[in-house]
Structure formats: C-alpha cells, structure tokens
C-alpha cells in the first residue's frame, strides 16, 4: 500500500540553526500538506501546497517557514532559524482530494 | 471558521465492550468529516471520511461513525473493542468540495482494560 514517507525520524537542533525535513508523498497525489502536534497538543495545519505553490498556510507559517517541491517526489519543509517552541511533530500528508494520508512524522527538538 | 469538540480528553473501556467517541463541528457550510487514529510513537491513519450521501460511514478496523447534521455531530462507534485498539483518536473538519486544510480536534484518548 502507497505511503507517504518522512526523513528524519527524529531531529535534535540547537536554537538558531536551519533544519530541513523531508517528504515523499504519494506519488499520484496532487496535493501536499504540513502539519505539526506539540507535545500534548492537537494537530495544527501549517501549510498546503498545489500546482508547485503555496495554496494556504496559518499564522504559523511566518517568514522563518518555507517548502520546496525540489524534484517532483520530494517535499520539503525549512525552518530558517529555530527557536525553542519550534519542537514539535512534524506531519506530511497528500492527497488526490478531500482527506489526507499522513506520514510517520518527524519529531523535531530544539535545544 | 471551522472548529472541531472533542468533549472526552480520555475513556477506558474493557475490551469486548462498545465504544462511542463524541466529535462535534462547527462549520459554515457542508463539511467534509473525517476520523484519524494515531498509536503511540505514530502517524496518523484515516479510519474513515463522510462527503455526502449514507448518514453512517463504514471504515477500517470495524468502525463506524454516523453524521447526524442537526446536532453538528460526526461520532466514532465500534461494537466490540479490542485491546489494540488503544490509541488517541482525533476527528477532523475540512471544507467540502476542496482539498483543504484539516481541523483537528484536541483528541480523546482511548485505553483498553483487559
């Protein structure tokens, strides 16, 4: 079964520095999602992305936030400068339409 | 803007036992509805999805959820749990006709006593 597959597993990062984290989406999906759970918390949308651009994002997703859809199977996600409140569960999902698929995530800590 | 309720942060029940999650929505307009489970350390999997048409969807792993519009409700129901079914179960709004941003609710967490 087609899955959406997230590298790294896990990320440790000291404060300030850029982290990359990396997404193979379905391959015939269309659409390409960022969401991220702090610990204890719900699941927060950041970002969607369709026809090689962003379609939405949140309040989150401010200037230190960026994708890239680099090769046409990869979907990125750069944080420019990480702060402290950045560690969280990072989620990439797909989709064909209404309803999305859902890697394993990327836990990302911030120290 | 759309919301999603989930009034019970935890429910243990025994296994063989039923089960009934509650989600209530808030929303402008025809919602697409949706229920995901995560396990512990897990992504999260799409138990089932409600467009339109049948009230009561049928998805994976024996669940059930009904969509009843005059109380803005979309719950999650199994007829006999069975202790892998322990996890924390959200349930999701998103905008019909789109594939759109999901809103999630806060999540309730499900044990299971043997």
């Known amino acids: 079964e087609p899955e959406v597959t997230q590298t790294p597993s896990h990320q440790v990062t000291q404060m300030g520095q850029e982290v990359i984290l990396r997404c193979v989406p379905i391959?015939?999906?269309?659409?390409f999602y960022w969401y991220r759970q702090i610990l204890g918390q719900k699941v927060e949308f950041l970002v969607s992305f369709y026809n090689n651009e962003i379609s939405e994002k949140s309040e989150i997703f401010d200037d230190q936030f960026s994708v890239e859809r680099p090769d046409g199977s990869n979907f990125t996600l750069k944080i420019r400068s990480t702060k402290l409140e950045d560690s969280a569960m990072y989620f990439c999902?797909?989709?064909?339409?209404?309803?999305?698929?859902f890697g394993q995530g990327t836990r990302l800590t911030v120290v | 803007a759309q919301s999603v309720t989930q009034p019970d942060i935890h429910i243990t029940v025994s296994e063989g036992a039923s089960l009934e999650l509650r989600c209530n929505y808030s929303?402008?307009?025809?919602?697409?509805l949706f229920w995901y489970v995560q396990s512990p350390g897990q992504g999260l999997q799409l138990l089932l999805k409600?467009?339109?048409?049948?009230?009561l969807v049928q998805g994976i792993k024996g669940f059930e959820a009904e969509f009843k519009r005059s109380q803005s409700s979309f719950n999650l129901r199994k007829p006999s749990v069975h202790w892998s079914d322990a996890a924390e179960y959200f349930c999701?709004?998103?905008?019909?006709?789109?594939?759109?941003?999901?809103?999630f609710g806060t999540g309730t967490r499900l044990q299971v006593t043997l």
């Open positions: 999902a797909s989709s064909r339409g209404p309803g999305a698929f």
């Open positions: 409600y467009f339109s048409g049948d009230t």
């Open positions: 929303y402008g307009a025809t919602p697409y």
């Open positions: 391959s015939n999906h269309l659409y």
């Open positions: 999701a709004v998103g905008a019909a006709g789109t594939a759109s941003k999901l809103t």
